[in-house]
């Protein structure tokens, strides 16, 4: 969260963090109605908090709504047989020749490969940052004294994307 949270508590307490569900939300939207019917909100001098206590309310409502069909949509997805992803459009293979010179920060994994046996793949992710745009970047702008195939796939949502490079015979027209 970059150093700092609106609610750090939340974060650096010890104490069990929950999932918030729909359930839970309609029993605290229940509280709410409860307590903005008590005699003490009658009084004048809580018509602008019982206002925005109610558009609370519907925002919930429609936050509660929002939960059920994520949930339904997912249900369905997680009961299918059918894939949610078609590889033919989430799936990249290709192919770097080997660069005469290359950048610093690619010195490590360009080592590893070339003690590496051709076709013996391995998870890209262990040479990569787990900033998703500075890794993108590092894959994107590879260079290795060795050729290679990389394999990506987007799996979609918050899973990552899968890496894995292996080593290739050099060509014989080089």
Known sequence: MDGVAYNKFYFTGHHKKEQLSHEKLEKLVKSLEL???QPWANDDKWIDFIIQVLLLIKNINKYIIYLQEVNQKMNTIHNSNVSTHN??????????EAFDSI?????????????KDSYEFFDLDEYTS?????????IKNLQLNVPVTIYRYYQGNY???????????????H
Do not use: A
Request: aromatic fraction near 16%.
């Open 159 to 173: 899973l990552r994307t899968i890496n894995y490079i292996w080593k290739v015979p050099l060509r014989n027209d």
């Open 35 to 37: 307590s903005i019917e």
């Open 87 to 96: 590889p033919g459009c989430d799936l990249m293979v290709y192919t770097i």
């Open 130 to 138: 787990h900033n998703v745009i500075q890794k993108y970047n590092y």
């Open 103 to 115: 950048h610093s920060k690619y010195e490590e994994l360009s080592d590893f490969l070339f003690e």
